[in-house]
């Protein structure tokens, strides 16, 4: 009995705990890489689709809450182009040359620049357009800072005219400075209920 060596021996006396307690390690090991390691896969791949699935909701809530801007912005641009078209842009040529025929001169006198003289031209935009656009020349004459405050206010005018062309010149030395604009406003060829 010598020669049976330490683990031989203690093999031989306890065979009946160890065989036991090896089959029970071999079963733990079995039924961990054969239930508990699958499920742990499924469970860690059903997190990851969580988190997928909760990105893309935020994503979708961020696509929908910015499609709802869109669509108030886009609501809102109708408002104020019907308004515009309504309110500020003149009905027709008739009254597009009205709001400027007494609107220069007076802009003019309240800022003591003398109003030489004015030519008109209109002209539809394209041949299918619904606007039309009324080119004004106007000559005027004063000095440098009426000039200047006359600009001023006709920038600043509720009536719908914008300045194309500033061209400031003194012919002659003697005189005033004069002052040509070229201007233009729009305004609805057919009253379409805009």
């Known amino acids: 009995m010598s020669a049976m060596t330490l683990w031989q021996r203690i093999l031989a006396e306890k065979r009946a705990l160890i065989v036991p307690l090896l089959l029970g390690a071999v079963a733990n090991i079995g039924v961990f890489a054969l239930i508990v390691r ?3 896969v499924k469970s860690a791949g059903a997190a990851d689709r969580a988190v ?8 979708a809530e961020e696509d929908e809450a910015s499609a709802r801007a869109l669509m108030a912005g886009k609501a809102r641009a109708n408002e104020e182009l019907a308004t515009f078209y309504q309110k500020v842009l003149p009905a027709d040529l ?3 040359r009205q709001l400027t025929f007494a609107a220069l001169p007076a802009l003019a006198k309240t800022a003591n620049v003398k109003f030489v003289e004015r030519r008109t031209d209109a002209d539809a935009l394209t041949r299918t357009s619904k606007f039309g ?11 440098y800072e009426s000039l200047r405050q006359f600009i001023y206010q006709l920038e600043g005018a ?5 300045i194309d062309g500033v061209t400031l010149s003194q012919p002659d030395s003697a005189k005033p400075l004069q002052l040509l604009l070229d201007l233009s406003t729009y305004f609805r060829l057919e009253s379409d209920g805009r």
């Open 52 to 59: 997928a699935a909760t990105r893309a909701l935020r994503t």
């Open 94 to 96: 008739p009254t597009a």
């Open 38 to 40: 699958p499920l742990e």
């Open 133 to 143: 656009r009324l080119k004004i020349r106007a000559v005027f004459q004063g000095e």
């Open 158 to 162: 509720p009536e719908f005219v914008i």
